[in-house]
């Protein structure tokens, strides 16, 4: 069966340092990836897909970053955090049109 | 104009009661549509998924498409305070999902 890994589960972080967050899917091959923010309340927030290793597609202008080095890894980067980066990042994969999320990551960012 | 418009409530309901959420889309292409489950703290997982037009069961939980009216429901039948959680629906277009914005659902003891 498939499953996806996220971690830190949370982080605390200072303004003005970097982030990286890491996802890896185990159990299937190829698979789309996502990475959403989730503001606190509030739905969720497309911020980057990739289609294969090296395709990364951006949806939201802003200091983040996300990388595919291999298949079934994905992360999550920023050079210096800002206040407005707070918030639940959820990595999902998919094969067709359901996605399967993983347990997110909550960043503080002070 | 959002492509998926759901009202986020919170919608609070007693034991037992029938529970209906409601999402509107805007996009008449639209083939599949899904409904997620979000626990505080956790990450939203798949509760059903219909594609086209009509209804799909399972368990206590009914999804409804009516592509002529772009409009998306889910039911939820003998509803318990284990279902207290925001119910997020999504539309799939060109390998993404299209989110409503979720509603948070309350069911009283």
């Known amino acids: 069966s498939q499953t996806i890994h996220q971690w830190p589960a949370t982080l605390v972080q200072p303004v003005g340092s970097p982030l990286s967050l890491e996802c890896t899917v185990e159990g299937t091959s190829n698979p789309n990836l996502y990475w959403y923010r989730q503001a606190a309340g509030r739905g969720l927030q497309l911020l980057f897909y990739s289609v294969g290793i090296g395709q990364i597609s951006s949806e939201v202008p802003q200091n983040l970053s996300a990388s595919r080095p291999q298949d079934r890894q994905f992360i999550l980067s920023s050079k210096k955090l800002l206040l407005s980066d707070s918030g639940f990042y959820l990595c999902a994969w998919s094969v067709s049109y359901e996605q399967f999320f993983g347990p997110g990551t909550r960043l503080t960012v002070l | 104009q959002k492509e998926v418009e759901q009202d986020p409530g919170p919608l609070s309901v007693p034991e037992g009661a029938i529970v209906s959420l409601n999402c509107t889309y805007s996009?008449?292409?639209?083939?599949?549509f899904m409904w997620y489950r979000q626990y505080s703290r956790k990450g939203p997982e798949l509760l059903m998924y219909t594609y086209s037009s009509g209804n799909k069961e399972d368990g206590r939980f009914t999804a409804q498409v009516d592509k002529s009216s772009k409009y998306i429901s889910l039911f939820i039948r003998d509803s318990q305070p284990s279902d207290s959680a925001t119910y997020l629906c999504?539309?799939?277009?060109?390998?993404?999902?299209?989110w409503g914005a979720g509603t948070k659902l309350i069911i009283k003891p």
């Open positions: 996009n008449s292409a639209f083939q599949y």
């Open positions: 999504s539309c799939y277009s060109n390998y993404q999902l299209i």
